[in-house]
């Protein structure tokens, strides 16, 4: 298996744009994470979902931020509009059967907002 | 303050030494992991731990419960080994409960 699949790797944008980053996570896991990382504020859990189910949103920042899981092989986090503080680089991850079996973790977006 | 703490923040030592990187929690958990996160940005999951002692290698990941603490330790370090090391914990005994991250330990061998 090819591991977590991110897109893209970097984006650059101008604020008020909209931004989507996409997952492709490991095939059989059915739990898939979305984070973020700042210098700031270290890792931050934003939403995870389970069999294509949004489990816990409690880490989204604001009503800017969706996420969805369309099927068990792709997620989106979108953006809508950006804003220069949501620069950051945006981890997807995935495990199988449990948020806490291992997480194997995609190679991140690194997201700068102009 | 933060329900999962680690220590240091910041860690230099000389290549061989004997590293010791600190996790202390405030919430009930049911397990624990380290992170190890490289200079290029890539997260590796390390250890995931609910009780006692693991090792891997020249890695030894530790976990007291009724303390509340774990310690991730490093024998003989080498300059590969520096990295960001996170600390995570599972609060609660269910399959959906939440993910409490600490902000990491940024250590850095010299050669």
Same mark, same amino acid.
């Given at each position: 298996d090819a591991g977590v699949i991110q897109s893209p790797r970097h984006e650059v944008t101008e604020m008020g744009q909209e931004v989507t980053l996409r997952c492709k996570p490991i095939s059989g896991h059915d739990y898939l994470f979305w984070y973020r990382q700042t210098m700031m504020r270290g890792l931050e859990l934003l939403i995870y979902f389970n069999n294509n189910v949004?489990?816990?949103?409690?880490?989204?920042?604001?009503?800017?931020f969706s996420a969805k899981m369309p099927n068990a092989s792709f997620s989106t986090l979108k953006i809508q509009p950006s804003e220069p503080r949501d620069s950051a680089v945006y981890f997807c991850a995935s495990s199988f059967s449990?948020?806490?079996n291992e997480q194997f973790f995609g190679p991140g977006t690194r997201l700068t907002v102009l | 303050k933060n329900e999962v703490e680690q220590s240091p923040q910041n860690l230099t030592a000389q290549e061989g030494e004997f590293i010791t990187i600190n996790c202390s929690y405030s919430v009930g958990i049911s397990a624990l992991h380290w992170l190890q996160q490289h200079p290029g940005g890539g997260i590796v999951s390390l250890f995931m731990l609910s009780s006692g002692k693991k090792k891997h290698g020249r890695l030894i990941a530790t976990i007291n419960i009724q303390e509340k603490h774990s310690s991730l330790h490093i024998t003989a370090?080498?300059? %590969?080994?520096?990295a960001v090391y996170i600390c995570a914990v599972r609060?609660?005994?269910? %399959?959906d409960d939440k993910i409490i991250f600490g902000k990491g330990t940024r250590l850095h061998i010299l050669p």
């Open positions: 949004p489990i816990d949103d409690s880490g989204m920042p604001e009503d800017r449990d948020t806490y | 370090s080498h300059p %590969r080994d520096s609060a609660g005994m269910n %399959r």
